[in-house]
């Protein structure tokens, strides 16, 4: 994080550095390629305990994102306190009832139609942990003084990604959910202004009888998704 007084440039030769052949290169690719295509976004969670351990050592993992001037501008607040869940999803609930009655308008509700939403969120309560990220819009010194951060939505947006793959490398479902407005977030988790909740993830193992809608099996095929020069 920033620190006021580490403001000198300090180079070190490269820590872990990997010398793969092409080919080991290639296997690297397809083995995490093959691994992260089998990530789906679970609905429908059992109550089957997860080690905060685990929780633990993913949040590490997301705290390894690069980040605007290396500030790290983010917080996760990781809960499976049973009356802390029950809140979460009765304050989401409320919104989501709002956004499903017509906050959302037709077009937002037709698009969401193959997905299979509505306004229960029973995973806020069923799944062992809900991870909530918050975004640093500034930071603050140990005297109160403020100093900005920089690419804030980018870098907690990173690390979010590192997480999510984290929880599934370690063989959990996950599902990113954002009720709007989020600010409840901050009274329920105690957390300050300068911080702006950007995601609620659950965090769990599969209900034996989940499904996940079949159109999250459509991706776009790589020459839709890039382009090369
Ligand atoms: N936050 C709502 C609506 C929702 C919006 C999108 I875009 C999704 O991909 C899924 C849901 C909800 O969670 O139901």
Same mark, same amino acid.
């Given at each position: 994080m920033f620190a006021r007084d580490a403001l000198s440039y300090d180079p070190i030769p490269?820590?872990?550095r @990997?010398?793969?052949s092409d080919e080991q290169m290639l296997a690297a690719a397809q083995a995490f390629h093959d691994m992260m295509r089998k990530r789906h976004t679970v609905r429908d969670y059992s109550d089957r305990p997860v080690p905060r351990e685990v929780i633990e050592t993913c949040i590490r993992t997301a705290g390894t994102a690069p980040s605007g001037a290396?500030?790290?501008?983010?917080?996760f607040a990781a809960v499976s306190d049973p009356a802390l869940k029950q809140r979460i999803r009765d304050e989401a609930e409320e919104e989501e009832r709002r956004f499903y009655a017509g906050g959302a308008g037709d077009e937002w509700i037709k698009a969401l139609e193959p997905?299979?939403?509505?306004a229960v969120k029973e995973h @806020?309560?069923?799944a062992p942990w809900l991870i909530v990220v918050f975004a640093q819009r500034w930071g603050q010194f140990e005297d109160g003084t403020r100093y900005k951060n920089y690419y804030v939505p980018e870098s907690v947006n990173i690390a979010t990604g590192f997480l999510l793959a984290a929880l599934h490398h370690a063989g959990l479902c996950t599902l990113t959910h954002t009720p709007n407005p989020m600010r409840f977030l901050n009274d329920a988790l105690n957390r300050p202004a300068s911080e702006?909740?950007?995601m609620i993830i659950a965090v769990g193992h599969p209900a034996e009888n989940a499904t996940v809608p079949a159109v999250a099996k459509l991706k776009k095929?790589?020459?839709e998704i890039s382009s090369f020069f």
């Open positions: 490269l820590p872990d @990997l010398d793969l290396n500030h790290q501008p983010w917080h997905i299979g939403t509505n @806020l309560t069923v702006k909740p950007t095929p790589l020459e």
